[in-house]
């Protein structure tokens, strides 16, 4: 009967310890969950086996009681931006100038090309250039002061109507006779009063990287690692087994990020095909148009001429059946000389 208390006592002793710390464990705080870690907000709270530990966030550095934002467009090249880097807190953000649009990569900048909407608003032609367009009027008629429109030139009246007047962009009667010459948005009048001077102000001054305004006009420059194109205002990523000598032309080189590879001109066969009639192929100066079997490229080096007529720019594997395609009956090419289905 003792025997039977004792072992009885002792469990009880057993499970009042085993309660004691269980609760005990319960007790233990989790910092990090409650939100008494004291960590700053541009830190976050990390659990360890005995307390916790503060560590900054992503674009922030310290040591993880202090944090300070890391400025990306002060580091690496611009921050790998082609034209403007905006800091904010823990990132960045590439930004283009006007006329300009950001590529999916985040960092180049494309033109846009006005002229596709609306023909740019323009009365007649719209000529799309490197971040801006112009309008043209067609003979018999100058451009109006919104530079849109056109006005047709009358024989007789204002003096303007002189082909001598001399005015390279508007010319305007002034109230006591004789002519004032004006320039359009992004030029500005040169010092014998008649000739227009581009500025890299509006539209970048046609620049595709860089625009740096000179007496004699905008210079473009490109980052490095790029160099300027025969155009003077599109820039070409650098070939590295060219010789060193281009690293001194002035017109050619500013910083640029390290891991913007692409070539900026690499995006022409993205808009209309490039103009190609089959297949666009993106090269260092411009687009390459090539031909399928059967079809000759013509001069103009877009245009596919074959037996009867120019290929699609695309084709239809799924419509042609057997191993025999007669070109001249097919609607769709087929690459694999296949005969048309139907």
Known sequence: MGAICIARDFCLFLLML???????????SDPCAEGS????????????QASYKCTCKVGF?????????????????????????????GNYRCTCHDGFNLAHDGHNCLDVDE???????????????????????????????NQHTCIHRSVEGLSC?????????ICKETPKGGVACECRPGFELAKNQRGCIL?????NG???????????????????????????????ERDETTTESSDHNATSFIEVDKRVKRRLLMEN???????????????????????????????DGKTCKGQTSRPPRTSTPSLCLSPKCLTWLCFVLCFAQQELNG
């Open 18 to 28: 085993n309660t004691r710390q269980s609760a005990a464990l319960l007790e233990k």
């Open 37 to 48: 870690d004291g960590c700053p907000i541009d830190a976050i709270c990390q659990n360890t």
């Open 61 to 89: 550095k310290g040591d993880g009681k202090h944090c300070e934002d890391i400025d990306e467009c002060d580091i690496e090249y611009n921050g790998g931006c082609v034209h403007e880097c905006n800091n904010i807190p």
């Open 115 to 145: 002229c596709v909407f609306n023909n740019g608003g323009c009365q007649y032609t719209c000529v799309n250039t490197m971040g801006s367009y112009e309008c043209r009027c067609k003979e018999g008629f100058f451009l109006s002061d």
């Open 161 to 169: 109507m002189n082909k001598e007047h001399g005015c390279a962009h």
């Open 199 to 203: 500025t890299c102000i509006h539209g």
């Open 206 to 236: 046609g620049c595709q990287h860089t625009c740096e305004d000179m007496e004699q006009g905008p210079i473009c420059r490109c980052h490095v690692r790029y160099t300027l194109h025969p155009d003077s205002r599109s820039c070409v």
């Open 269 to 299: 066969c993205a808009v209309n095909n490039g103009g190609c009639d089959s297949t666009c192929k993106d090269t260092s100066t411009g687009v390459r148009c090539s031909c399928p079997v059967g079809f000759t490229l013509q001069p």
